[in-house]
């Protein structure tokens, strides 16, 4: 699993500690638990040994080197200064972790049990009696309460919105800290909170938290870092006395000495790093790569491995985003008119060797969830209660995908195309598009990969058809990310985004797509939906009162977003592509949500003796 500052939910919110309250015994109609679940029953009970896709017996030991591309220059993953480096979540334990076979699911970890009253106006979490700094020192309800605020106050923006309809941290005596919510009826909100990250108040006194260093943090997760070098390399070290080792949430994880990640500022670069074992295991991303570079010495050997992983649950979605931003893609027709002139089974076919699926739904993977069919019950009556504020469409069919033969030769598209082009006031106008006052249409396609330069080509060449000045343009990754998510100018046109959804969606809907983060640097809503039927069936997924009302407000929202075009949904991958070099023994089958490499898998040093010795 390879971790980075957003692979594990930094918390947020907004407000001060409480003074310290006495403990109240425990209350009728509150609910306490050993984990919690957002869409079923807990599949492990209370007593439970291990999770069953871990190997309980698994060897301490070795060392997994993987590679990245994101270099580094702090080691605070928690503010906006710095970049800090892929696997930072390894030195971190949060109040409750997540289940690898289980969607939207947690059990304790720095956290005995957790509870809630049926109002879900507030949750506590109950601090385990062991649980320790590296240093030795206890984990205290004091420092929950510090890691809240000083998020809230010196942290990254995102915490404060992400976290806004929290009102407060409190230490309640005997190791138990509760959080209160300015609002009832939110199911996810405990949830999130059983996601923060906890950081030592002891340690942190001296220091400025929202300066970036490259001091390396106290922390009491199963790793710390070890050996570094900016721009080459990071190595985290397993703790050998690490607090919740023998937690049943831990039993079978964690069980490599080292953790290193080698950085490459190429790509190729770091392929070839690969094919010479300068790092153990890659998670492919490129089509061309998986069915053509293959074919080296060590691979047909049988010392390098690859496997076609398929996973439950959702999937990324891969899209096209627009910058909603700008006058020119305001009309749904116009967005709805370029999204036709991608031929998606021509580009499946002769760039991606046909591994891709194009998607249907931004819940793709998630039954019940995704729009199918023609509205009905709850969803339609959603969608009745905004009809004049939503496309009309959304109360029939649901929404496809245009679909050709594959030849290249979308003709019938391209037609529609021009049609909706003309009812939006652009017309060809000597082999250009252009506006009621002659303006051209211009397109740039922003990128800081040169690979997706095919990917992009050939949507370009349609796009010229219809008239567009179209165009791709690579920039540095550093200039990138400026442009698109930390100037408030907002300076592109459209790049390729992903979109990725849990199984029970909540309060990230509105950094996705919510009006309040439209304009917002940072935000995860990067076209700039601003859409107040959007807001509202956001609201409704938030404060769905049962499993049945999130859902039909998921599907509406799916079908609400798909119909107005904010996004064109490019592909998913149907399965994880994955190759190693054989040194390690992992769980088979592997984990329902994914291979979990390293956290799971173990050094197996036969194999590695062998793969040495055919070398």
Request: glycine share 8%.
């Amino acid at each position: 699993m390879r971790l980075t500052r957003r692979d594990f939910s930094l918390t947020l919110a907004a407000a001060a500690a409480a003074p310290l309250l006495p403990r109240p015994a425990f209350a009728e109609g509150v609910v306490r638990s050993h984990g919690a679940s957002l869409i079923g029953e807990l599949k492990y009970p209370a007593d439970f040994p291990h999770f069953d896709h871990v190997n309980p017996a698994a060897p301490k030991g070795g060392i997994a080197r993987l590679a990245t591309q994101s270099t580094f220059d702090s080691f605070n993953p928690f503010i906006v200064k710095g970049n800090s480096p892929t696997g930072i979540g390894l030195i971190f334990d949060t109040l409750m972790v997540s289940a690898l076979d289980q969607g939207s699911t947690q059990y304790g970890l720095l956290a005995e049990w957790y509870e809630h009253p049926a109002d879900w106006s507030w949750a506590a979490f109950k601090l385990r009696d062991g649980a320790r700094w590296h240093d030795g020192r206890p984990v205290t309800a004091e420092d929950v309460v510090f890691s809240f605020d000083i998020l809230v106050t010196k942290g990254h923006p995102q915490y404060r919105f992400y976290y806004a309809n929290v009102t407060g941290a409190r230490d309640m005596g005997e190791g138990v800290v509760r959080f209160d919510f300015d609002q009832t009826g939110n199911r996810e909100l405990p949830h999130i909170m059983g996601q923060l990250a906890i950081l030592p108040k002891h340690w942190w006194e001296g220091r400025e938290f929202d300066r970036s260093s490259l001091e390396p943090m106290l922390s009491s997760g199963p790793y710390k870092i070890g050996d570094f070098e900016t721009g080459r390399f990071v190595e985290y070290k397993r703790v050998p006395d690490y607090w919740g080792a023998d937690l049943p949430v831990n039993i079978g994880k964690h069980n490599m000495d080292s953790i290193r990640y080698e950085i490459f500022l190429d790509a190729e670069a770091a392929f070839e790093a690969f094919k010479s074992g300068q790092f153990d295991f890659r998670d492919e991303n490129s089509a061309s790569k998986w069915a053509q570079g293959y074919d080296f010495p060590a691979a047909r050997a049988g010392l390098v491995k690859r496997e076609e992983v398929v996973t439950d649950g959702p999937k990324t979605t891969q899209t096209f985003a627009f910058n909603l931003r700008r006058p020119k893609f305001q009309d749904r027709r116009v967005r709805e008119a370029i999204g036709l002139a991608f031929d998606f089974e021509h580009t499946n076919r002769t760039i991606y060797f046909s591994q891709y699926a194009r998607p249907r739904s931004y819940f793709q993977g998630s039954e019940g969830l995704m729009q199918t069919g023609a509205p009905e019950g709850a969803e339609l009556a959603l969608l009745e209660s905004l009809r004049g504020q939503v496309p009309e469409e959304v109360f029939g069919p649901a929404w496809t995908p245009p679909e050709t033969d594959g030849s290249g030769r979308n003709r019938r598209e391209l037609r529609r195309a021009t049609e909706l082009l003309r009812e939006a006031g652009w017309e060809v106008r000597n082999g250009k598009l252009a506006g009621p006052e002659g303006q051209p249409f211009e397109i740039e396609f922003l990128s800081s990969q040169d690979a997706q330069e095919r990917v992009i080509n050939p949507f370009i060449n349609n796009l010229k058809q219809l008239g567009f000045e179209a165009s791709f343009r690579i920039v540095d990754a550093p200039q990138y990310i400026r442009r698109v998510s930390q100037d408030e100018s907002f300076d592109w046109d459209m790049i390729i985004w992903g979109v990725s959804n849990s199984e029970s969606p909540g309060n990230e809907q509105r950094e996705f797509w919510g009006s309040s983060t439209a304009d917002r640097v940072g935000a995860r809503n990067v076209g700039g939906v601003a859409d107040p039927a959007v807001d509202a069936l956001i609201d409704r997924i938030i404060f769905a009162e049962d499993r049945p009302a999130l859902e039909a407000a998921s599907r509406a929202l799916d079908r609400v977003l798909l119909w107005n075009h904010y996004m064109i949904p490019q592909l998913y991958t149907p399965f994880d592509r994955i190759a190693w070099w054989d040194r390690f023994g992992h769980p088979e089958p592997f984990p329902p949500r994914g291979e979990a490499f390293p956290t799971v898998w173990w050094w197996d040093e036969a194999k590695a003796a062998a793969v040495e010795a055919a070398r």
